[in-house]
């Protein structure tokens, strides 16, 4: 039984399918139909609703896309729409401040803009700045353009009177009362498929473990940034779901011998202070994954469990010599994240195992690094190359030398010829002129709708001669742009 607060009281969904998305069952089953559908895959923004999740004595508000959440995400948590907002005769300050500076575009877009500006509105985490384009760049308009929205945003200041109608100790304690809640088993007869559909909501790893035991097949769900779109563009039948979301030993981040321990479950928004502080690039990094819907709800996990070659993190996790720990029913094992990638669509997940955690080490006084990703779009954009690279230099030489791609080959991997053409030579033009000759045997790229072979290839080369040239300046500044 799925459970969340929704407007100042307890709903409860007894028997629901759960592959249904947020947003299907808000237009379709609820008719509130404030909140539309553009495109059904994360990338509009138009699906915008604001979630709330209980942390301590506080409810912290994001943004997410109610296209890609699926029904049972909602356990646990405050949902708001639009339509929780106001009315045209009693508006909250977003919508009025909007409506004032003539940014209220068009009906179809402006529910998304609104809600992405009244969940900046809500947090007030004052070590995380909010730059209103970062914020707006996942609600794309189609029409006239961002002046007067991005206008409402500078103008936007919190008022703490009006505030309280959200995150008040009544939501708290409803929150509360449904916090780390059995859901019990969902179980979904769809008549189309013939065979009940079932999903899990565990609450503890031992639960997750045995519920990998018992259904070998079942698809673990986090974020659903990626299962999400599997249903709403792949059309697939998912029959056994584990959501993994309401498990806290999943969500930890910890300090570990200067390095940094990060669970599965943990989502790009919460990780980002951190990995920025581990290092400048890995933060500038994760503001370029997806849009702040996308990072409020894709985890580090699911970046990495889904063995994408294009995925953003697991090129710096591998350069920096990150290990992971997997685990099932028969206990923990620990392995170097780059052999965790077998081959395209291929990886070293045993029947019942799930990724508990990854362990990232300190970085070590001699170690030059730089990660960057190349898009065609800045924003939310899949990256066409994204490389890192971990240079150990001793008296002007190479030690060491991890040079690492996505976009390159099936899976995100090393530059073996490249890294030896480095190691032991001087860290200078010339040695950086044959790795990157030497990197032409370690790659053969695919063209496809996001880069050509032959660029991919160059652009390889060129972020290698780019790490080079920024180690021979000082002062280099990176503006991390905060979620
Ligand atoms: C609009 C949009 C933009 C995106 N932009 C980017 C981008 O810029 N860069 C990028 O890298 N990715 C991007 N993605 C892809 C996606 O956001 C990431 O891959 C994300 O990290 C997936 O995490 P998730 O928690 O949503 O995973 P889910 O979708 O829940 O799961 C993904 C896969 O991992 C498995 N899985 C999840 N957790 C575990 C676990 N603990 N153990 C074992 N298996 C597990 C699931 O079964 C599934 O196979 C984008 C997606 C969207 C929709
Ligand atoms: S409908 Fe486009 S992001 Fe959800
Ligand atoms: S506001 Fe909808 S297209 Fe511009």
Redesign the pocket.
Known sequence: MIKFVMNGEIRTLKACDPTRTVLEWLREDQRLTGTKEGCA???CGACTVVLGELIGECVRYRAINAC?VFLPMLHGRELITVESLGTSKDMHPVQKTLADLNGSQCGFCTPGFVMSLFARYQDTDPELPKPVNTVLAGNLCRCTGYGPIQETGNTLQPDVSVQSRFGGSQTVSLLQSIHNSDAGEIIYHDTNFGTPRTAFIPTREEQLADLLDEYPGA???????????WVTKHLRNLQTLIF?GNIPS?KGIAQVNGGLTIG??VKYSDALKQLASLHPDIGALIT????VQ?RN???I???I??G?P????PPFLIALNSQLTLASQAGERVIDIEDFFIEYGKQD?RPGE??KSVHIPALAENLFFRTYKISKRFD????AVCGAFSIYLDDGLVKDARVVFGGMAGTPMRAKACEAALIGKAWESETITSACHAMTHDFKPMSDMRASADYRMKVAQNLLRKAFAESQTSGRTRILEAQ
């Not at 698809?219 to 779109?229: E, F, N, P, S, Y």
């Not at 370029?288 to 849009?291: C, F």
């Not at 939310?380 to 990256?383: A, L, V």
């Open positions: 895959e994360g990338d890609i698809t673990i769900v986090a974020g659903a940034t990626d299962v999400g779109l993994n999943l599965a479950g370029r994954i997806g849009s996308v709800s894709g985890t996990g699911g970046n469990a889904n994408s294009i995925g953003d993190t997940l799930y990724v939310q954009d899949i990256s």
